[in-house]
């Protein structure tokens, strides 16, 4: 059986990458995570090829137009994406493969053969999502604001039904890290099946 694809979607600050820490914590072995590409500049602690493919716009430019990329958005005057080679990679090892992506992409993925699974991580409320972005202390009043934007118009998408197998509000994190642990786990025992 091919492979399954984890797509997690969310707004930024909504504790994804906490998630998805425990996740790998817990099951690593079973894992491979997607390096997307990125336009945007390098934050402090992370590492070109680990976090990300720090590259430039016209480098990635030149990729999409090429069609090496299963999906791709631009966010706050940035580009994203996951590139065919980094999915297959993972896949071609047996693991489960991670895609940590925003709306544009999951609508992009869905429309290719991967078999993927969609799970929307939610804060309680935008006010809370507000004081996380605020609390990281990395954004301008400008890009916060458009974070903000962005993020409603994600919680309109990760709303409807339909558009993802399981939403996820993470209120507590042990909490929301048990019930995407809980959705995942027939996947991994199916792989662990085999």
């Known amino acids: 059986m091919t492979p399954l694809t984890l797509v997690l979607c969310g707004p930024s600050g909504v504790g994804k990458s906490t998630l998805l820490n425990k996740l790998l914590d817990e099951f690593g072995p079973h894992f491979g995570f997607s390096v997307s590409h ?4 390098p934050r402090e602690g992370e590492e070109h090829g680990k976090h990300y493919y720090f590259v430039t716009r016209q480098e990635m430019q030149l990729a999409i137009d090429d069609g090496n990329f299963i999906e791709h958005a631009e966010y706050s005057g940035n580009l994203y994406g996951s ?3 980094a999915v297959n ?4 090892s047996g693991r489960i493969c991670i895609l940590d992506i925003d709306t544009q992409g999951v609508k992009q ?3 290719t053969d991967l078999r993927a699974q969609f799970v929307f991580i939610k804060p309680p409320s935008i006010e809370v999502l507000t004081k996380r972005l605020q609390g990281r202390g990395t954004e ?3 890009k916060l ?3 903000l934007a962005t993020a409603i118009e994600e919680l309109e998408y990760g709303a409807v039904e339909g558009n993802f197998d399981i939403v996820i509000v ?3 994190v042990d909490e929301a890290y048990q019930q995407l642990r809980e959705f995942i786990l027939p996947a991994i025992n199916e792989k662990t099946d085999d």
């Open 145 to 147: 604001n458009i974070r």
């Open 83 to 85: 590139s065919k080679s």
């Open 140 to 142: 301008t009043e400008e």
């Open 109 to 111: 993925v869905k429309n």
């Open 38 to 41: 990125t336009t945007r500049s």
């Open 89 to 92: 990679d993972v896949l071609k």
């Open 170 to 172: 993470n209120n507590d």
